[in-house]
């Protein structure tokens, strides 16, 4: 079993940034492919950013290539979605998803593929 703990969202103005942490209870993210996702009102959830972490390959939604970046805190058991240049348009609620992988390099895009949730964090952005 997993916990994923979520924080770091917020109110911030267009183009500012945020830095959202994915905290893995008690165990290293080493041997797990770990997902991005938000979600706002009346719609499904979504891919924004993914990594498997086995071999460090990540992956990220046009929407949010070049602007967002995932890395790892040496504890190796944080995460982190660090948000750049945001604009309105990218207020939901953020989660972050996790995997157990023993053979895969593989980035899942899918919200099936992933075992372990967060509660989920607001980001705001005000125009």
């Known amino acids: 079993q997993v916990q994923l703990v979520e924080s770091g969202g917020g109110l911030v103005q267009a183009g500012g940034s945020l830095r959202l942490s994915c905290a893995a209870s008690?165990?290293?993210?080493?041997?797990?492919?770990m997902g991005w996702f938000r979600q706002t009102p009346g719609k499904e959830r979504e891919f924004v950013a993914g990594v498997n972490w086995r071999r460090g390959v990540t992956d990220y939604a046009d929407s949010w290539k070049g602007r967002f970046t995932i890395s790892r805190a040496n504890t190796l058991n944080t995460e982190y979605l660090q948000m750049n240049s945001l604009k309105p348009e990218d207020t939901a609620v953020y989660y972050c998803?996790?995997?157990?992988?023993?053979?895969?390099?593989?980035?899942?895009?899918?919200?099936?593929?992933?075992?372990?949730w967060g509660q989920g964090t607001q980001v705001t952005v005000s125009s």
């Open positions: 008690g165990r290293t993210l080493s041997n797990y492919a």
């Open positions: 998803a996790a995997k157990y992988v023993t053979d895969s390099d593989t980035v899942y895009r899918q919200t099936r593929e992933y075992d372990y």
